[in-house]
């Protein structure tokens, strides 16, 4: 009996069902992500963005991880790509009534630059060997 495992490489409709799949994540991330990036915690006269915070580190963890589980760029750059027209979306266009969501301060300015900035890093992040290669 042999201990050979085939792997059979995905349909088509299957990879572009995925990429779909990964730019709505990122879309409906980038959405909830530029609603709640305007919250702060004030103590006294100290005014602490958590909402950013938690944003940056949400965005760079939902990219690392889909690029770590796919092993690859494609469907990590859907992602992003999703998550990056949502937020320039919500940034640069007004909603009704001229209300803005991202508004042109230090933390909106930040928000407009830094998903794009982890996209960008994280898709272009060079592949690391895998230790069943390195062994080898």
């Known amino acids: 009996m042999s201990d050979v495992v085939r ?11 995925a990429l ?5 994540v990122g879309a409906v991330y980038g959405a909830i992500a530029t609603v709640g990036h305007r919250q702060v915690l004030r103590i ?6 958590w909402g950013l915070v938690v944003a940056i580190i949400g965005i760079a963890a939902l990219l690392v991880g889909i690029r770590l589980v796919t092993r690859g760029r494609a469907i990590t750059a859907a ?13 640069y266009l007004p909603g009704p009534g ?12 930040v928000w407009s630059f830094a998903p794009a900035l982890i ?8 592949e690391l060997p895998s230790r069943a290669r390195a062994r080898a």
Do not use: Q
């Open 7 to 17: 792997h059979e490489s995905p349909s088509i409709a299957a990879r572009v069902g």
């Open 79 to 91: 992602a992003a790509a999703g998550l990056v027209v949502m937020v320039a979306v919500l940034t």
């Open 20 to 24: 779909v799949v990964a730019a709505l």
């Open 44 to 49: 006294g006269d100290a005014v602490i963005p």
């Open 98 to 109: 001229g209300s803005v969501l991202v508004v042109g301060d230090l933390l909106g300015t």
């Open 119 to 126: 996209a960008v890093l994280v898709v272009a992040w060079p």
